[in-house]
C-alpha cells in the first residue's frame, strides 16, 4: 500500500505565501501522477493541479500563475507553493497519487488525509 502525508497548511494573511509539502512512503512500485484537491465549506472537492509523470502540469483557472507545483521523483514528494491567497483558497488541500505498489502492481488512486489551509482576509 502507499501511504500519503501532507504537510504545510495553516493560517495565512490575503497576498501571502504558503508550501504545502506531500510524501508518499510504503510499498511503490510507481507513481505516475501526483496532484493536489481541495475541498472547500460547502463545496465539492476540486483538482487544483497535478503534474504527470514527463507530463506537462495542469492547473485549475483558479490558481494559474499562482500556485505551482513540483515534484520529486526521487523522494516520492509532490510540492505545492501558493503564492498571492486569497479567503477563497481556503479549503482543506488533499494530496493525491494514481500509483501502483510493488504488491499489487495495477494502479489506483491514493489520497492523504488534507491539511487545512485558511487565508483570512
Known amino acids: 500500500q502507499v501511504q500519503l502525508v501532507e504537510s504545510g497548511g495553516g493560517l495565512v494573511q490575503a497576498g501571502g505565501s504558503l508550501r504545502l509539502s506531500c510524501a508518499a512512503s510504503?510499498?511503490?512500485?510507481?507513481?505516475?501522477?501526483m496532484g493536489w484537491y481541495r475541498q472547500a465549506p460547502g463545496k465539492q472537492r476540486e483538482l487544483v493541479a497535478e503534474?504527470?509523470?514527463?507530463?506537462?502540469?495542469n492547473y485549475a483557472d483558479s490558481v494559474k500563475g499562482r500556485f505551482t507545483i513540483s515534484r520529486d521523483n526521487a523522494k516520492n514528494t509532490v510540492d505545492l507553493q501558493m503564492n498571492s491567497l486569497t479567503p477563497e483558497d481556503t479549503a482543506v488541500y488533499y494530496c493525491?497519487?494514481?500509483?501502483?505498489?510493488?504488491?499489487?502492481?495495477?494502479?489506483?488512486?491514493?489520497w492523504g488525509k488534507g491539511t487545512l489551509v485558511t487565508v483570512s482576509s
Open positions: 510504503g510499498s511503490i512500485f510507481s507513481i505516475r501522477t
Open positions: 493525491n497519487a494514481w500509483a501502483s505498489s510493488g504488491l499489487r502492481l495495477v494502479p489506483m488512486d491514493y
Open positions: 503534474i504527470p509523470s514527463g507530463g506537462s502540469t
